[in-house]
């Protein structure tokens, strides 16, 4: 029998690189669409019929009728957060039951995580990292510590072990002097949470995968932020709490390295960055703003505005060689459709010293080194194929894939899954 195949798709910046919109124009060609890490502090955004669905935790392939979904060990889910993401999708009248498989090892994230994710931003005073709020850190600190909380407890012995989690977490906000709050709404919508989760498929899922692989179905690892908030490779200690490259889909599934085929790596055209942390090409003129309106670079969860720069060659060869990309996808194309010049980040000048390499600390003495190119002046938005494109813009394609050294298969044009193309 031949074996399935697993791919991976991510986004190679400091997230919201369109993930969502891609996973689902690439779902038609796989059984399974499992997301390897994360938790509800990423939006996908997709677009599709006139509408706009904003999902947090559920994989992008759960519009495409037939495919199984998979939230797998690696990710970290709030019940209250993910009931309603649920529930706003089944009036929409997508069928989830049918199509949602969560991991039994996937950890929870409790009311109280929330609050510690506030007193920690609240103790580090200056040198906040710009958290969602969500709870996501705190959460993964108790796995990694061996405190966590899965969503296989809540089969047995519940409410003693919610009860043991909230009185330790209680006694290091005590500590922080955090004890000004009141989760009793919280709690008891977090509560009926959980008891809509029992729902589900509630599954062993590494299992699930592997049996999948073996009898030849195909699957799609959906990576959630990007590869620069990686909390290894990322720009630290300005990262996420977990393993976003490529590696972290083996670790967040439980699917052995040597079944991974495609890594398709998703950029924009230019880059985008939220909360705090270094972001070498960052704009904080008129561009940068002008960027921003033109691209809506606002948090799909959060709504914080988006901090825009120019490309950065030197992150994303780096993003690419942990990764392994073997190709990439580069979205919002259009959104610099106007722009007389386009500028590329092709180096950076470190303590007086031209790199290429990307450097242990970007957070100080680091001056972009630009190219300009020629802007296409042209609206892409209407465009069917790759022959219409401006030449202007092929020759923008032709230099990102020379730095690069990979190919760029797909390129979208606008927010609808319709305005994509996939180059031959």
């Given at each position: 029998m031949k074996q399935g195949k697993v791919d991976v798709l991510l986004g190679l910046q400091w997230g919201d690189e369109g993930k969502g919109k891609v996973v689902d124009v690439l779902t038609p060609n796989y059984d399974i669409v499992a997301r390897f890490q994360g938790g509800p502090n990423a939006g996908h955004t997709l677009e599709f019929d006139g509408k706009k669905f904003v999902l947090r935790s559920i994989p992008s392939g759960i519009f495409q009728g037939g495919k199984i979904n998979v939230i797998g060990n690696g990710v970290v889910i709030a019940p209250d957060l993910f009931m309603d993401e649920a529930k706003d999708l089944e009036k929409s009248g997508t069928p989830l039951k049918d199509r949602l498989y969560i991991s039994k090892k996937a950890h929870l994230i409790m009311p109280t995580h929330r609050l510690l994710d506030a007193a920690y931003e609240a103790a580090k005073g200056k040198n906040k990292v710009g958290t969602t709020g969500k709870g996501i850190g705190p959460t993964y600190t108790d796995?990694?510590?061996?405190?966590?909380?899965r969503v296989g407890d809540i089969f047995e012995n519940f409410d003693e072990k919610?009860?043991?989690?909230k009185a330790r977490h209680e006694y290091i906000l005590k500590s922080l002097n955090y004890t000004d709050y009141d989760i009793t709404e919280t709690e008891k919508k977090w509560m009926e949470g959980i008891e809509y989760i029992r729902q589900f498929h509630v599954i062993d899922s590494e299992h699930l995968i592997n049996k999948a692989l073996k009898s030849g179905m195909s699957i799609l690892c959906e990576g959630a932020q990007g590869t620069m908030l990686d909390v290894d490779f990322g720009s630290y200690p300005f990262v996420t709490s977990s393993n976003t490259i490529c590696a972290g889909a083996c670790i967040g599934l439980g699917i052995g390295p040597n079944k991974i085929g495609e890594v398709y790596g998703i950029m924009k055209a230019y880059c985008t960055r939220v909360g705090a942390g270094p972001f070498p090409t960052e704009l904080f003129d008129s561009t940068g703003s002008l960027i921003r309106e033109l691209g809506h670079e606002y948090g799909a969860v959060t709504g914080r505005e988006r901090r825009c720069g120019w490309i950065d060659l030197v992150a994303l060869r780096?993003?690419?060689?942990?990764?392994?990309?073997?190709?990439?996808?580069?979205?919002?194309?259009?959104?610099?459709?106007?722009?007389?010049?386009?500028?590329?980040?092709?180096?950076?000048?470190?303590?007086?010293?031209?790199?290429?390499?990307?450097?242990?600390?970007?957070?100080?003495?680091?001056?972009?080194?630009?190219?300009?190119?020629?802007?296409w002046k042209t609206d892409m938005t209407h465009i069917t194929s790759e022959d219409e494109f401006p030449q202007e813009f092929n020759n923008y394609i032709k230099f990102l894939e020379g730095e690069l050294e990979t190919p760029i298969k797909i390129i979208s044009i606008g927010p609808d899954r319709e305005q994509t193309i996939v180059r031959k």
């Amino acid at each position: 029998m031949k074996q399935g195949k697993v791919d991976v798709l991510l986004g190679l910046q400091w997230g919201d690189e369109g993930k969502g919109k891609v996973v689902d124009v690439l779902t038609p060609n796989y059984d399974i669409v499992a997301r390897f890490q994360g938790g509800p502090n990423a939006g996908h955004t997709l677009e599709f019929d006139g509408k706009k669905f904003v999902l947090r935790s559920i994989p992008s392939g759960i519009f495409q009728g037939g495919k199984i979904n998979v939230i797998g060990n690696g990710v970290v889910i709030a019940p209250d957060l993910f009931m309603d993401e649920a529930k706003d999708l089944e009036k929409s009248g997508t069928p989830l039951k049918d199509r949602l498989y969560i991991s039994k090892k996937a950890h929870l994230i409790m009311p109280t995580h929330r609050l510690l994710d506030a007193a920690y931003e609240a103790a580090k005073g200056k040198n906040k990292v710009g958290t969602t709020g969500k709870g996501i850190g705190p959460t993964y600190t108790d796995k990694v510590s061996r405190n966590g909380l899965r969503v296989g407890d809540i089969f047995e012995n519940f409410d003693e072990k919610y009860a043991a989690h909230k009185a330790r977490h209680e006694y290091i906000l005590k500590s922080l002097n955090y004890t000004d709050y009141d989760i009793t709404e919280t709690e008891k919508k977090w509560m009926e949470g959980i008891e809509y989760i029992r729902q589900f498929h509630v599954i062993d899922s590494e299992h699930l995968i592997n049996k999948a692989l073996k009898s030849g179905m195909s699957i799609l690892c959906e990576g959630a932020q990007g590869t620069m908030l990686d909390v290894d490779f990322g720009s630290y200690p300005f990262v996420t709490s977990s393993n976003t490259i490529c590696a972290g889909a083996c670790i967040g599934l439980g699917i052995g390295p040597n079944k991974i085929g495609e890594v398709y790596g998703i950029m924009k055209a230019y880059c985008t960055r939220v909360g705090a942390g270094p972001f070498p090409t960052e704009l904080f003129d008129s561009t940068g703003s002008l960027i921003r309106e033109l691209g809506h670079e606002y948090g799909a969860v959060t709504g914080r505005e988006r901090r825009c720069g120019w490309i950065d060659l030197v992150a994303l060869r780096y993003a690419i060689m942990v990764n392994g990309v073997t190709q990439l996808i580069m979205m919002k194309s259009d959104v610099l459709d106007g722009f007389d010049t386009i500028k590329a980040c092709v180096a950076y000048k470190h303590n007086g010293q031209i790199v290429k390499d990307f450097p242990y600390n970007i957070e100080q003495n680091i001056e972009p080194v630009y190219k300009e190119l020629k802007g296409w002046k042209t609206d892409m938005t209407h465009i069917t194929s790759e022959d219409e494109f401006p030449q202007e813009f092929n020759n923008y394609i032709k230099f990102l894939e020379g730095e690069l050294e990979t190919p760029i298969k797909i390129i979208s044009i606008g927010p609808d899954r319709e305005q994509t193309i996939v180059r031959k």
